[in-house]
């Protein structure tokens, strides 16, 4: 019982997980993970973002306290003073009560008299013309002529130097005092009335000012234009859905021309620069409009993912900057606080726009309306839609579509502060589509290391020559032509005319560098994504090339272990169908690309280099060669190196770009000098001279262009090992170049003879990245 229980507790071999189940599970856990990581890092991200703008909204707030905790110090002296002159008053009174208390006592006069004095506070000889102004000033008041008034105060203090002094407060000072206080109340209560206007604001304003209560004064007016304001934007603001694009600018001109018209009159009555208390007042309120405009913008525009809330963006972000620019002649410095408040909302549209490009350029099945057909993008990208399934074609025009869509709205300081933004997203955007393309491609699969793209629509495979190169062809015009049209007019930078032997390099605009240097490093990253297709590409044509069905190299170290030369001294039957399956491609590429010469010498000089660097990297072809089992012949050696030299002149004849795949033959040629020589064969005695394979080389490829009935045999054998149903095109005498191409072509490298370096399509061959083996390039 107890042996049938442990048996019970084991696991039957049927239950047991295979490893690639375990492997496939870890692997999804993995990108799962992964993707969880750079969610939580985008959200960091953007609470940093806040957290900054917070700061600084903070900082600023802080800012603003401490000066008003510096003028409330300075107010709290001020009362202290007051206070101790009042205590100095009462202190006099109480003496002067004592004294006349005093002399009632000791006088002999009759009763009547002395209760007259004492009810008269004011001497005899003063008592009528005091009395009478002070009458006269209740008169004023209580008739509510504030200017009569005023005037009267004002010429008595003139009169009385006394009354404006901190000495001893007498019974008609402190009156005085009174009378004024008064008035002060009656100019407060007209300067607050809503109805009030600004020509009897201001005439108000100066009466406070007379009365030197120029802090109150100042605190109204700053008042009145931010209740006006208010008041106008609430009467604007039902009217923001109807124009979504443009209500930022309307709201942007009402908050900053009230901020300018605020400011002068604040210099014009205060003098703001003979007193900075009041013009840092100004610029605190200031500061506190912008937020608010801020905030309104952010409340009132259209969702963040679409076209509309960009555009409404970009409008404020150029019209706010431009009076922030206009305000500065006059001490206010607000475009720093508008960008610290404004950026997190502009990046957040920009990411939800891009976010929304994604899913319309990659999500056929989803439709946006909102884009407008361009006749120039379908008209150049439909000719590719004949050779390939249209879809695809679809799918490399929306995404023309969505970023020229995107590129409009941006006005020209959004580019300045936010270009680098745009151009990463739009380098973003690209990369993902190179990505869609690639997966289009023969051999792709999950093991080669590529961007999954999810709940994307899978296209048909691009399964002949034509439609992989209409693939290629799509993604290069985007690159070369389309994206470079659309930064020009965005970036409003300079055309030129880039120089070359390319027959679209004369329409292919130039971007400077000089006028945009953000451009430059985003034009290299640029390049390298498309690489990647290019290079995938080469890749499987090359892999399809060399491998049977069966999985068998028909490119093998046989051929030059068991097989004797012939005396035309022709190159091994796999490259005589290289050269052969090149010219088909070249036929292919002429139709499929025309007009695209640049991009033809890229793809067929890069399959040329690909057969080389595999051929180097293919250990198992090496292996056969270090067996010391294995006899070697020198004639073997002399074939190697023929072909070595054939393919060079393949490139070399045909006016590709030769000087990368020259050295990677070089490199191959000295590993097998180095083998040979190591199992006892001396290459100095057994090889003709170099120049002897340069000249076998060019003879072969004249023989085969000229169809001789060896070459032609040799081809046939080769092609029966081939996949049945491939057709044979024939052969194409591919251009030749003189002596002066010939000869610069040999001092440059492949780079250096595209239409270069500003070229948005400058192909780096030193930027080999591919999925199945290592270029030993760089």
């Given at each position: 019982?107890?042996?049938?229980?442990e048996?019970d507790?084991l696991?039957?071999?049927?239950s047991i997980?295979?490893?690639?189940?375990?492997?496939s599970?870890?692997?999804s856990?993995?990108?799962?993970?992964?993707r969880?990581?750079?969610?939580?890092?985008?959200?960091l991200k953007?609470?940093?973002?806040?957290?900054?703008?917070?700061?600084?909204?903070k900082?600023?707030a802080?800012?603003?306290?401490s000066?008003?905790?510096v003028?409330?110090?300075?107010?709290?002296?001020?009362?202290?003073k007051?206070?101790?002159?009042?205590?100095?008053?009462?202190?006099?009174l109480?003496?002067?009560?004592?004294r006349?208390?005093?002399?009632?006592?000791?006088?002999?006069g009759?009763a009547?008299?002395?209760?007259?004095v004492?009810?008269?506070?004011?001497?005899?000889?003063l008592?009528?013309?005091?009395s009478e102004?002070?009458?006269?000033?209740?008169?004023?008041l209580?008739?509510?002529?504030?200017?009569?008034?005023?005037?009267a105060?004002?010429t008595e203090?003139r009169?009385?130097?006394?009354?404006?002094?901190?000495?001893?407060?007498?019974?008609y000072?402190s009156?005085?005092i009174?009378?004024?206080a008064?008035?002060?109340?009656?100019?407060?209560?007209?300067?607050?009335?809503?109805?009030?206007?600004?020509?009897e604001l201001?005439?108000?304003?100066?009466?406070?000012?007379?009365?030197?209560k120029?802090?109150?004064?100042?605190?109204?007016?700053?008042?009145?234009y931010?209740?006006?304001?208010?008041?106008?934007i609430?009467?604007?603001?039902?009217?923001?859905?109807?124009?979504?694009?443009t209500?930022?600018?309307?709201?942007?001109?009402?908050?900053?021309?009230?901020?300018?018209?605020?400011?002068?009159?604040?210099a014009?009555?205060?003098?703001?620069?003979?007193?900075?208390?009041?013009?840092?007042?100004?610029?605190?309120?200031?500061?506190r409009?912008?937020?608010y405009?801020?905030?309104?913008?952010k409340?009132?525009?259209?969702?963040?993912?679409t076209?509309?809330?960009l555009?409404?963006?970009?409008?404020?972000?150029?019209?706010c900057?431009n009076y922030c620019?206009?305000?500065?002649?006059?001490?206010?410095i607000?475009?720093?606080?508008?960008?610290?408040?404004?950026?997190?909302?502009?990046?957040?549209?920009?990411?939800?726009?891009?976010?929304?490009?994604?899913?319309?350029?990659?999500?056929?099945?989803?439709?946006?309306?909102?884009?407008?057909?361009?006749s120039?993008?379908?008209?150049?990208?439909?000719e590719?839609?004949?050779?390939?399934d249209?879809?695809?074609?679809d799918?490399?025009?929306?995404?023309?579509?969505?970023?020229?869509?995107?590129?409009e709205?941006l006005?020209?300081?959004?580019?300045l502060h936010?270009?680098?933004?745009?151009?990463?997203?739009?380098?973003?955007?690209?990369?993902?589509?190179i990505?869609f393309?690639?997966?289009?491609?023969?051999?792709?699969?999950?093991?080669d290391?590529?961007?999954?793209l999810?709940?994307?629509?899978i296209?048909?495979?691009?399964?002949?020559?034509s439609?992989?190169?209409?693939l290629?062809?799509?993604?290069?015009t985007?690159?070369?032509?389309?994206?470079?049209?659309?930064?020009?007019?965005?970036?409003n930078?300079?055309v030129?005319n880039?120089g070359?032997d390319?027959g679209?390099?004369s329409?292919s605009?130039?971007?400077?560098?000089?006028?945009?240097?953000?451009?430059?490093?985003?034009?290299?990253?640029?390049?390298?994504?498309?690489d990647?297709?290019?290079?995938?590409?080469c890749l499987?044509?090359?892999?399809s090339?060399?491998?049977?069905?069966?999985?068998?190299?028909?490119?093998?170290?046989?051929?030059?272990?068991?097989?004797?030369?012939?005396?035309?001294?022709?190159?091994?039957?796999?490259?005589?169908?290289l050269?052969?399956?090149?010219?088909?491609?070249?036929?292919?590429?002429?139709?499929?690309?025309?007009?695209k010469e640049?991009?033809?010498?890229?793809?067929?000089?890069?399959?040329t280099?690909?057969v080389i660097?595999?051929?180097?990297n293919?250990q198992?072809?090496?292996?056969?060669?270090?067996?010391?089992?294995?006899?070697?012949?020198?004639?073997?050696?002399?074939?190697?190196?023929?072909?070595?030299?054939?393919?060079?002149?393949?490139?070399?004849?045909a006016?590709y770009?030769?000087?990368?795949?020259?050295?990677?033959?070089?490199?191959?040629?000295?590993?097998a000098?180095?083998?040979?020589?190591?199992r006892?064969i001396?290459?100095?005695?057994?090889?003709?001279?170099?120049?002897?394979?340069?000249?076998?080389?060019?003879?072969?490829?004249?023989?085969?262009?000229?169809g001789?009935?060896?070459?032609?045999?040799?081809?046939e054998?080769?092609?029966?090992?081939?996949?049945?149903?491939?057709?044979?095109?024939?052969?194409?005498?591919?251009?030749?170049?003189?002596?002066?191409?010939?000869?610069?072509s040999?001092?440059?490298s492949?780079?250096?003879?595209?239409?270069?370096?500003?070229?948005?399509?400058?192909?780096s061959?030193?930027?080999?990245?591919?999925?199945?083996?290592?270029d030993?390039?760089?």
């Open positions: 019982m107890e042996s049938s229980e048996e507790d696991p039957s071999i049927e997980t295979p490893q690639s189940k375990i492997d599970v870890h692997q856990l993995t990108e799962k993970g992964i969880k990581l750079c969610c939580e890092l985008l959200d953007d609470a940093v973002e806040n957290m900054c703008g917070d700061m600084r909204t900082y600023l802080f800012l603003r306290i000066e008003e905790a003028e409330m110090e300075h107010e709290l002296v001020e009362l202290r007051h206070i101790s002159s009042q205590g100095i008053l009462v202190q006099d109480m003496s002067g009560l004592g006349e208390m005093d002399e009632w006592k000791r006088s002999s009759d009547d008299e002395s209760e007259e004492e009810e008269d506070p004011f001497p005899n000889e008592t009528d013309p005091k102004f002070l009458e006269k000033i209740d008169i004023l209580a008739e509510h002529k504030v200017d009569e008034a005023l005037e105060i004002d203090e009169n009385n130097p006394e009354l404006k002094g901190a000495g001893d407060m007498s019974p000072k009156a005085f009174e009378r004024k008064l008035l002060e109340e009656q100019l407060l209560r007209i300067a607050k009335q809503p109805s009030v206007s600004v020509t201001k005439h108000t304003l100066n009466g406070l000012i007379r009365l030197g120029g802090p109150s004064a100042h605190q109204l007016l700053l008042k009145h931010a209740t006006s304001l208010h008041r106008r609430e009467a604007f603001l039902p009217s923001c859905s109807t124009c979504p694009n209500f930022p600018a309307t709201l942007s001109k009402l908050v900053f021309s009230n901020i300018s018209l605020a400011a002068k009159e604040s014009s009555m205060f003098g703001d620069d003979d007193n900075p208390a009041y013009s840092n007042k100004v610029v605190q309120w200031a500061e409009e912008v937020e405009l801020v905030r309104l913008v409340e009132n525009a259209a969702p963040s993912e076209v509309y809330a555009r409404a963006a970009s409008v404020c972000l150029q019209d900057l620019k206009a305000l500065e002649p006059q001490g206010l607000l475009s720093k606080l508008f960008l610290v408040l404004f950026r997190p909302y502009v990046e957040e549209v920009l990411e939800l726009n891009f976010r929304r490009a994604r899913k319309v350029v990659f999500d056929l099945n989803e439709a946006d309306e909102g884009l407008e057909s361009s120039e993008f379908v008209a150049v990208l439909s590719f839609a004949i050779a390939s249209t879809t695809m074609t799918c490399s025009i929306r995404f023309m579509q969505i970023v020229q869509d995107i590129l709205q006005t020209h300081l959004a580019v936010f270009g680098e933004s745009v151009l990463a997203r739009v380098l973003q955007l690209y990369d993902k589509y990505d393309l690639i997966k289009a491609l023969p051999g792709h699969a999950d093991e290391g590529l961007p999954e999810q709940d994307h629509t296209l048909t495979r691009a399964e002949t020559d439609e992989q190169l209409a290629l062809g799509a993604a290069f985007i690159l070369d032509e389309l994206l470079p049209k659309s930064l020009v007019k965005v970036w930078l300079e030129e880039s070359g390319g679209d390099s329409s605009p130039s971007l400077i560098s000089s006028s945009a240097p953000e451009l430059k490093e985003w034009k290299r990253h640029m390049v390298q994504a498309f990647k297709l290019r290079n995938y590409f499987q044509f090359v892999l090339f060399i491998y049977s069905r069966e999985g068998l190299t028909r490119l093998d170290a046989l051929i030059y272990l068991t097989e004797t030369p012939d005396d035309l001294h022709l190159p091994s039957l796999p490259f005589q169908a050269f052969s399956k090149l010219q088909q491609l070249a036929i292919i590429a002429g139709d499929v690309l025309l007009g640049k991009l033809q010498k890229i793809l067929l000089a890069r399959l280099e690909t660097i595999w051929l180097s293919e198992e072809f090496w292996s056969a060669f270090e067996d010391e089992s294995t006899p070697l012949q020198p004639s073997g050696l002399q074939q190697l190196i023929l072909d070595m030299n054939f393919t060079v002149e393949i490139a070399r004849f006016g770009p030769f000087k990368v795949v020259q050295n990677h033959a070089s490199v191959v040629i000295n590993r000098i180095n083998i040979f020589s190591s006892g001396n290459p100095q005695s057994s090889l003709p001279k170099a120049e002897w394979f340069t000249e076998a080389a060019k003879s072969a490829i004249n023989r085969l262009l000229m001789s009935d060896e070459a032609s045999e040799a081809e054998e080769y092609e029966c090992e081939v996949e049945e149903g491939e057709e044979e095109d024939g052969h194409i005498v591919l251009p030749e170049i003189d002596d002066d191409e010939h000869s610069d040999l001092e440059t492949s780079l250096s003879t595209m239409d270069s370096f500003e070229s948005f399509a400058s192909a061959m030193a930027d080999l990245e591919s999925p199945s083996f290592t030993s390039e760089s």
